[in-house]
C-alpha cells in the first residue's frame, strides 16, 4: 500500500519519509508526563521537540516535507533511536534549496540598500533581512561601519519568524563580533543547496578535514545555503569551491578519490 | 520576483579570474559548455541544452493566406519566450528589452538569412501557403540564451514533418501522417549562433558566456554563422569598441564552433531519424539517463479494478437520495431571473484594473443594477453596495441566471431544474 | 514513443502507462520536476517561498501563482481553467499558513501533449512541490479515467482514446485519505459510472503514490 500505515515513529528513523506519513509517538501515559514536567529536578526531561519537517497531528506527528527522519537523544547525545520513550527531538533532513529564515542561523546576506540607519540584506529568503549599523561590534553612532551596497555580511538572526521581518545583528550577546561582521573583498562566494550547508556544518565533517589537507583556505559557510572562500590564489579557491559544488553529487569514496588526485598533481 | 543581486566580491573575483584566463566551470576561453540534444516524439519538437542552459523547441504549422506583397511565399514565424521557469527575474507575459532584442536576432539569423526555402512553402500561389511557427521556450537560464535558443530553432526546423499536400485543379487536399509520409522542410543552410562576451573593453574575451560571467560583462558580440563560413548576421552590443581584428578573431573562431555544432545536429538528427526508421524506442522518455538518482521509473501498471463495480454500487446505495429540489426561480424584473445563491468566483483574482473597472461599474450602474444581473465579477463589491437588497449576484461560471422568455418559459423551468438536480447530487456522491 | 495498439488488443486490466519523473533537473527553480506518463511529458518548475508583489499579498498565508505554458502559441481560456483546478488543489494541500505574504510559484511547461494532460500536471506539480521542499499536509497525484460507449474504464487514456471516449474524468486525490481534492469531467455520464470512475482512480493513486516513496527512496540514497 502506498500510503503507509501509521508507524512508530522510532522504527522510521533514518528512512525516508514523505508529506501525509503519520509517525506514531510511544504512548506514555499523560498523568506521567504531567508528573515529570512538575518534577522540580529537570524540567526538560521528557519533552519531545518537533523539528523542521514534522507538525502535530491527531495521533503523533504528520510529516510536512520529503527526507530522511532523523532523531536525537534528549541528552544531546546522538541517539541510535533506542529508548526514546519519552523525548529528545525529531526532524525531517531534507534537500532544499530556498531559504527560509530561522531565529539564530548564521547566515551570509548581500547588501542592497542602505537606507538611514538600518541596511537591508538578500539573504535568499523571501523577504529582505534588516541589520542595524549599531548591530557591529565596537559601533557607535559616530563610528560606523564603513558598508557598501553589494557588500557581503555574515551575521545572526535575532528575529526571524514567518509574520515579521527579519532582523540580523553581527554581534554575539556580549557585543563581540565572534566571527561576524562584513567579509572581505576578495575571496568568491557561490550557492548550493541547504542540505549541504548542514552535513557541512556537522561537527567533524569530513569533506572539510580532507580540504584542509590540500591547503590552507578561509571558509565561511551560510545556513542560507551561500558559502564564501578564499584561498591564496584564484586556482586554488575555484577548485576547492568546485569540490564543495560537487560534494553535492558525491558519496564519500568518489569525493576522496578526487581529493587524492588533486593533492597529488 | 527579484533575481539575487550580484555581490561586490563575486564581481571582483569573476573579473579577477578572467585576467587569469580562468572560468568557474574550469573551461577555457574558446570552450563551449556541453551541448545535448534530445527530441520529443512529435516531429519538430527538440530540447537543446547548453550546460545548464535548456530550451525547448516546437515546430507547428498552418495553412494560411499569403502576405498580399509576397504572395507565394510561405510565411515563417518566429516566438521566443523566456519563461517565469528560467529565472525568477522573467515575468510572464512581459515583453522586456532582452526578450525584444533576442526574438529580433533570432528573425535577422534565422529568417532573413533565408535558410528556409519559403517558396516550397507555397501551396496556391496568392491562395494558401504554409505558414511555419517556431515556438521556443527557455526553460532554465544559465547564460548565453541566443545561442541555445539558436542551435533550437534549427534542429526544430530540420526534425519538422509537415503534412503532404496535392493540389488538384482547383481543390487542395492534405493528407493525414497515415495516409501519406509527412515531408520535411527544405532547408538551405543552418545558420548557427556564437557568442563573445568582453570583458575590460574588450581586452579578454569568452565564448559562451555562463549567466554569471554575463553579469559583468562590458560587451557581447554575436555572430551567426554557417558551416561554409557564410556569415549570417552580427550584432554587437554594451557599446564597446572593438578593433578589426578582434572581430575578424571572431569570426574565425565562429567558424570553428559552428562547424562542430553543426556535425553535432547532424548526428543527433540522423540518430533519432534511425531509432524511428527502425521502430525502436524514442522521445524525451529515452533521453534520461536512467542511472541517475533523481530519476525514476516504472514500467506499464496494470489497476485491479475488479470489484470497482461493488464499491460504487455500494456508496450509491449508502448515499441518501438526492433531496427533491424544485427549481424556483426568483424574477426580479421582466427578461430576469434567479436560481440558487450562486457560489465563490473560481476564476481567480482578476487583474487589478479589471477589478476597478469593475468597481466602477458597478458604481455607475448602481441605479440599474437592481434590476439586471451581473455576468461575472466581485460578489463582496456586489453586495456591500446594496445592502438594503436581497440581490445575490450570481457570479459562478456554472450560471445559474436563465432569462424567461414569456413563450419558452415552461421549459426552461424545466430544464433548470433538472440542473439543479444534478447539481445537488453532485456533492453527495463525492462522499465516501 | 509506445505502443498503443497492444492496449487495445490486450483487453486485460487498465493499466497506467509507464511513468518517468526526474527531480531537480533545472538549476535555477528551487523545485522542478519533469514527469513523463506514456509519451505525455510536462515539466514544472517552482519558486517559492519568495517574494510576492504587494498588490497580490495575503497577510496570514502564502499567495499561490499557477502559469501554464502550452507549448504552441499563446496561453488562452483552457489554460487558465485549468491553472485555476491546479492552484486550488495546491492551496488545499501546501500549508500556505507557514509562510505568509510570500509567493509560490508554480510554472508549468507541457512538453507534448499524448492524453492525460491535466492529471500529468498535477503530478509533476506535486513532485515539484516535493522537490522543492515547501511544507504539505499530505501529497496528491491526479488520474485520468475515460468512459467508452459500453461504459468500460479506461485509465490514464492515450490522446485517441480520450478523442473517442464517451466521457474524460480527472481526479486529483489526496494521499492521506484518498479523499477527491478536485474533480474535472468532460461529457456525460451516470452517477454509477462517476463512482466507478473514482473508485479506479483511487486504485491507480495507490500505485502513483508508491511511485512518488520508491522515487524518493532512490533520491536519497546517496544522502
Known sequence: MAAAAPRLAEERVGQVVLPGDVLLLPSQPEEDGERLRLAPSGPQKGRLVCGPGLRRGGEGLLVTKCGLLRYRGPAGQAGGGTGSGSGGTYWVDSQQKRYVPVKGDHVIGIVTVKAGDIFKLDVGGSEQASLSYLAFEGATKRNRPNVQVGDLIYGQFIVANKDMEPEMVCIDSSGRANGMGIIGQDGFLFKVSLGLIRKLLAPACEIIQDLGQLYPFELVLGMNGRIWVKAKTIQQTLIVANILEACEHMTAEQRKHAVARLSES | MKETPLSNCEKRFLLRAIEERKRLDGRQCYDYRNIRISFGTDYGCCIVELGKTRVLGQVSCELVSPKPNRATEGILFFNLELSPMASPAFEPGRQSDLLVKLNRLLERCLRNSKCIDTESLCVVAGEKVWQIRVDLHLLNHNGNIIDAASIAAIVALCHFRRPDVSVQGEEVTLYTPEERDPVPLSIHHMPICVSFAFFQQGTYLLVDPSEQEERVMDGLLVIAMNKHCEICTIQSSGGIMLLKDQVLLCSKVTGVKVAEITELIQKALANDQKVRKEGGKFGFAESIPNQRITAFKIEQATIDTDDVQEQAEEIIAKASPPSEVLANPVLWAPGTAQIGEGVENSWGDFEESEKEEEEEEVAQDKSTTDDQTMEMGDTSVGNQDKKDETIVLSDSEEEDVIILEPEGAQKNRTETSYKQDIASKKPVSKKK | ?223
Open chain 3, 1 to 223: 514513443m509506445e505502443t498503443e495498439q497492444k492496449r487495445f488488443d490486450s483487453g486485460d486490466l487498465p493499466a497506467l502507462r509507464r511513468i518517468l519523473c526526474e527531480q531537480g533537473l533545472l538549476s535555477r527553480p528551487d523545485g522542478s520536476a519533469s514527469w513523463i506518463q506514456g509519451d505525455t511529458s510536462v515539466l514544472v518548475g517552482i519558486y517559492g517561498p519568495t517574494e510576492v508583489k504587494v498588490s497580490k499579498e495575503i497577510y496570514d498565508k502564502a499567495t499561490f501563482e499557477v502559469l501554464l505554458k502550452p507549448k504552441i502559441g499563446l496561453p488562452g481560456v483552457y489554460e487558465r481553467s485549468r491553472e485555476q483546478m491546479i492552484k486550488k488543489t495546491c492551496e488545499a494541500v501546501v500549508l500556505g499558513t507557514l509562510h505568509p505574504r510570500s509567493s509560490i510559484t508554480i510554472v508549468i511547461q507541457v512538453v507534448t501533449d499524448a492524453g492525460s494532460l491535466l492529471s500529468s500536471c498535477l503530478n509533476a506539480t506535486c513532485m515539484g512541490l516535493v522537490d522543492a521542499g515547501l511544507p504539505m499536509n499530505s501529497l496528491f497525484c491526479g488520474v485520468t479515467c475515460a468512459l467508452d460507449a459500453d461504459g468500460n474504464i479506461t485509465l490514464d487514456p492515450a490522446m485517441k482514446q480520450e478523442k473517442e471516449a464517451r466521457a474524460v474524468l480527472t481526479f486529483a486525490i489526496d494521499s492521506a485519505e484518498k479523499k477527491i481534492l478536485m474533480s474535472n469531467t468532460k461529457g456525460s455520464c451516470s452517477v454509477e459510472e462517476l463512482q466507478q470512475c473514482i473508485a479506479a482512480s483511487q486504485r491507480a493513486a495507490d500505485t502513483i503514490f508508491q511511485f512518488y516513496r520508491d522515487s524518493a527512496h532512490r533520491k536519497y540514497s546517496k544522502w
